[in-house]
């Protein structure tokens, strides 16, 4: 029975490579040594170049995990088909385990320390919200009313940092529900239209997917564009407008939140995402947590978020998802 090519061609590779290194010791004192080195020396040169190919893809894997790891995306470990970079790549295993490690310690710090805040934030709050009530001073009343406000504010902050710490530690609860993601998006842009106006900036939504849903949570997939609205109207200048375009992609809706704000410097845009990032030369307020939130709660939900930006051009976040079709 004649055996399959593959299986003939591998053990034809392994013979000439055998060949190619017992010819010198077979040729010697047979052929002069000048037609030894014309023979033997282009397949030499045959396995050096595949040895170098070899190693440089192993090198490319490993680069490549590197890089997955440097982003926080899992990644599994690299498997060497050389064997000299081996403890190589297990020093990179080890390093990228102990890099989640004190990942998942440093989320759960956080999330710990932030539930502990809750509690006298609350008492702060309420009890300023009783002093109020009862101040006959106009003054007192309106530095109580700033207590109140700050108190609110940590609120939301402590409840940010809550949310981020569980989507990184997986421990986030999402629903699933099949809803319109029309009506979803119109909603948050109807709730921050008074806020856009304080700024005297407008919204707009332009949908050209009528009836398309998604399966998910709806209330966390409003939370995605409450933080890309707010985001963009904290930075667009006054008298333009953040218009928000809807569409279907092939089996996803993609969602752009576009501003004529100032930009973002490309240095940046590699850390858009990232926790409490704030870039150099932005004074607007914020703790650097809606971005992050929007990122971890859309791949929650299967899908994925792109921000284009040049400076003096305004910034457009593109948020794309599952489309819900039909069994």
């Known amino acids: 029975m004649a055996l399959p090519l593959e299986l003939r061609m591998a053990a034809g590779a392994v013979l000439m490579v055998g060949a190619a290194a017992q010819l010198p010791v077979v040729a010697e004192g047979v052929l002069p040594p000048w037609e030894v080195a014309a023979v033997a020396g282009p397949l030499a040169g045959g396995l050096v170049a595949a040895r170098v190919r070899r190693l440089r893809l192993a090198l490319a894997d490993l680069t490549a995990y590197a890089d997955r790891v440097g982003r926080g995306e899992p990644a599994a470990p690299v498997r060497m088909p050389a064997p000299e970079l081996e403890p190589l790549a297990e020093r990179v295993a080890e390093l990228s385990g102990r890099l989640a490690r004190e ?130 109207i904290k930075y667009a200048p006054a008298g333009t407008r953040v218009t928000v375009l809807g569409e279907q992609d092939g089996s996803q809706l993609v969602v752009s939140v576009a501003d004529c704000g100032r930009g973002i410097a490309e240095r940046d845009l590699p850390h858009i995402f990232e926790e409490f990032f704030q870039a150099p030369d932005r004074s607007e307020p914020g703790a650097g947590l809606g971005l992050a939130i929007a990122r971890e709660l859309t791949e929650a939900h299967g899908g994925s978020i792109a921000v284009e930006s040049r400076l003096g051009e305004g910034t457009t976040f593109c948020v794309r998802l599952p489309a819900w079709t039909e069994v």
Request: hydrophobic letters at 40%.
């Open 103 to 232: 990942e998942h310690s440093r989320a759960s710090f956080i999330g710990r320390v932030s539930h502990e805040l809750r509690t006298p934030i609350t008492v702060i709050k309420g009890y300023a919200y009783t002093l109020q009530r009862a101040q006959p001073d106009g003054a007192a009343a309106a530095k109580l009313d700033v207590i109140n406000g700050e108190c609110e504010r940590l609120a939301y902050l402590v409840e940010d940092l809550l949310e981020l710490s569980r989507a990184q530690a997986g421990e986030l609860r999402i629903s699933s529900q099949l809803f319109p993601l029309r009506e979803c998006v119109h909603e948050v842009a109807d709730r921050l239209r008074p806020v856009a106006r304080d700024r005297d900036v407008g919204i707009e939504v332009d949908w050209a997917c009528d009836g398309a849903r998604v399966m998910g949570d709806e209330n966390r997939v409003r939370q995605i564009f409450a933080n890309l609205l707010t985001n963009g």
